[in-house]
C-alpha cells in the first residue's frame, strides 16, 4: 500500500528544501551548483530533491518562481495598506532593498538566473513570469500620475530598480539608506512629482 502524503507537511518539506537550494544557489552560483551541493545544505538525500523536484532544472526553476512570488506578494501587500501615493512609493522601495544581506543575496541569484536564462528557452520563460509578475506591480505605481504614459514610466521604473540593484550588488559597502534614498528620488523623477518639502 503506497504511503499517504500530508500536503501540508509536503508542501512545508517543499519551501524547505527550496530555501536550501536559494542559499546553495547564492554560496555556489546558478552554473555551479549541483542536487549534492544542494541536497548536503538541507541535510537530505539528492534522492530526495528528485522527488520533488523531478530534476535540478525543475527544483532550480522552483526556486526562483518560490523567491519572486514570495517579494511580489509581500511587495503587494505592502501597497494595498499603504494609504498615500506617496506611502506607496516608500513601501515599494522598502520591498526592493530589504535588509543588506537579503537584498545582496536577492539580487544575487536573480542576476545570476537572468544569465543562465539567456541560453535556456525553459528558464527564460520563468524569467518572463517573474517579469509579467513586476509588470503588475510597475504599473501600479506608474498609474499614480495618471494611465496616459504609464507602460513607459512602468518600464523606466523597472529599470531604475535594476540599474540600483547592479550598483548595490558591485558596491563593497552599501549603505541600505542611500539606496532606498535614490530609489525614491528616482520614481518620484519617472513620476513627474517634485521632491517633498524639506520641513
Known sequence: MARRVNPIQDRARRAALEKAAYLAI???GYAGVTLADIAAHAGVSRGTLVYHFGSR???LS???RRFTRTIGVATRRALRLAETPEAKLRA???????????TRRFYTVSLDFLAAATRDAALMAVQRDFLEETL????????????VGAPARARQLRALV???????LADPQPDLAAY????LAGLRAI?????PARG
Do not use: H
Not at 515599494?92 to 537579503?102: C, I, R
Not at 513620476?191 to 521632491?195: D, E, H, M, N
Open 191 to 195: 513620476l513627474g512629482w517634485a521632491p
Open 62 to 64: 522552483a526556486v526562483i
Open 57 to 59: 532544472a525543475g527544483l
Open 162 to 168: 535594476e540599474g540600483l540593484s547592479v550598483r548595490f
Open 180 to 183: 532606498r534614498a535614490d530609489c
Open 136 to 147: 503588475t506591480l510597475d504599473l501600479e505605481l506608474a498609474r499614480l500620475s495618471g494611465e
Open 26 to 28: 547564492y554560496e555556489r
Open 92 to 102: 515599494f522601495v522598502d520591498n526592493q532593498f530589504y535588509g543588506v544581506e537579503n
